[in-house]
């Protein structure tokens, strides 16, 4: 992998793969990287894994899990994300 790094040293490049080999080694359906767009102030999702492989993006501010993260600092968790009392707060992430 070090000559891996001296050949391409770009971020991006590695990403996915971390992505899964996390999502791997945790045993989880999905896993995703966020990232914050300070010009736009908007999240959007630089990788994702599982079944839903479309770029996410929104509004800092949104009514969702992801912003509320983000904006408070603090971990949620759900146990039963598909869950129907879990969607409106998921929004686009299901």
């Not at 770009?10 to 989880?28: G, I, N």
């Amino acid at each position: 992998m070090t000559r891996n790094i001296q050949i391409n040293n770009s971020l991006e490049y590695y990403l996915p793969r971390l992505v899964e080999m996390l999502s791997d080694l945790l045993d989880v359906e999905r896993c995703s990287i966020f990232l914050y767009d300070g010009v736009k102030d908007s999240i959007f999702c630089k990788v994702i894994t599982g079944r839903l492989r479309e770029p996410i993006n929104f509004k800092r501010e949104s009514n969702n899990a992801i912003s509320t993260v983000f904006n408070t600092g603090l971990p949620k968790h759900f146990r039963k994300a598909l869950d129907s009392s879990c969607a409106a707060e998921l929004g686009d992430y299901l």
